[in-house]
C-alpha cells in the first residue's frame, strides 16, 4: 500500500530517533547519539514575540489580495432570505406570497416563487491532525516537526479569518477529534486560539476517516474546512475527505511535507519502528532502497492531487522546511480557502 510504504520512509528518516515525551521512552541508541526529543508546542519555535506582528502582516497582504470582498457578507449555497436571486421553484401552500414572481407566473401560467442567495458569516473549520507520527523529529536538513508547521499555519489562517468577521472553530484530530475550539467570531479571540494550540499535543493514531466521521456528525453548521495533515493514512484519505465533500463542508486539502520524508539519512542495516503503531522491522537500506522510497513518495503525492483534481477539492502542498508566513503567502496567492 501506498501509505504503508510511506510510513515506512517517515521511519527510515528517522530511523532510530525518540518519539514525543509521554509516547514511550528514548530507545538506548537514541540515547547513545544524544538526539533531543520534540520540543513542548508551547515554545518559542511556535509563538514567540513577533508571532502577532506577522500573523498582522499576513492579515494585511490577505485584504490586499481579497479587495472588494465585503466582510462578513460572504455568498453561501444556503438558499434564504437575501437580495440576490438564485432560483424559480413552484410555489405550494404555505410559501411567502411575497416572493412569488408574478411576471413569470404570466408566462408560464403556474405560480413559481424566487429563491435568494443567502448572505451570513462564514464558519471556517481548520482539521489538524495530531497523531503521533505528526510530532516525529525532523529529518536532517529540516527545522521544525510538521506539528510546528501546523500549528502556525492554523494560527495564520485564525487570524486571517477573525480579522475579517468570520466564525473560526478548530478540531485536533487522530483516530477521533482529540479537542475542540468551538466556533468564535472576533479578532479579540485570537488570544484564546493561540492558548488552544499551544495546549496540543500528540496521540493516537492517523485514522482521518473516522475523525471527520465524528466531526461532521457533531457539527450543525456547515462551512469551508480546511485539513491540514501529511495525509500517512494507512486506512486512507480517501473517505475523510468524501466524508467532509458530501456533507456540505466544502473542503480543502493542505499537505505538510518534508522533502526529506523519502530520503534515509544513512545506508545500511537499520531497525525501522512505525512511530504510532510501534511495529518494527529490520531493513538494509541501499541505493535501490533509497531509489524505491522516493518512488514511492512521488507516487503517493501524485495520487493525492489526482484525487483532489477529481473531487475538485482545493490542494496545496505546505513545505515544512520553509518559514510559515511565506508558506502562508503563497497559499494566500493560491486562493481557494478564505474567498
Known sequence: MVQTSQRTANSAAAAERTQLPNHGPQTKASKARGDDVV????????????????????????????????????????????????????????????????????????????????????CLYILLDVSRSMGLPPPTGSTVPKLHCGIQLTAALAYIALSDLDRVGIAAVSDGINAFFPPARGKNHIFKVLDFLSELTCSGVTQLGQATKSFVHQTRRRGPTVLISDYYDISGYRQALRLLKHHGFDPCAIQLYDANDANPPTLGDATLSD?????????????????????????????????????????????????????????????????
Do not use: M
Open 275 to 339: 512511530a504510532e503503531t510501534g511495529a518494527t522491522i529490520d531493513l538494509t537500506i541501499s541505493k535501490a532502497t533509497h531509489t524505491a522510497l522516493e518512488l514511492e513518495h512521488q507516487r503517493f503525492c501524485g495520487n493525492l492531487a489526482d484525487f483532489c483534481l477529481d473531487k475538485h477539492i482545493p490542494l496545496f502542498l505546505a513545505n515544512t522546511q520553509l518559514p510559515f508566513d511565506e508558506v502562508v503567502l503563497a497559499l494566500l496567492r493560491c486562493g481557494g480557502i478564505l474567498r
Open 39 to 122: 520540543d513542548d508546542p508551547r515554545s518559542s519555535v511556535l509563538f514567540n514575540d513577533d508571532l502577532l506582528n506577522r500573523l498582522e502582516y499576513l492579515n494585511l497582504v490577505a485584504r490586499k489580495i481579497f479587495a472588494g470582498h465585503e466582510a462578513a457578507k460572504r455568498r453561501t449555497k444556503k438558499l434564504g432570505p437575501g437580495i440576490e436571486f438564485a432560483d424559480h421553484r413552484d410555489y405550494v401552500p404555505g410559501d411567502d406570497y411575497r416572493y412569488i414572481d408574478w411576471n413569470a407566473a404570466g408566462r408560464s401560467s403556474r405560480l413559481l416563487l424566487r429563491l435568494f442567495e443567502e448572505q451570513q458569516d462564514l
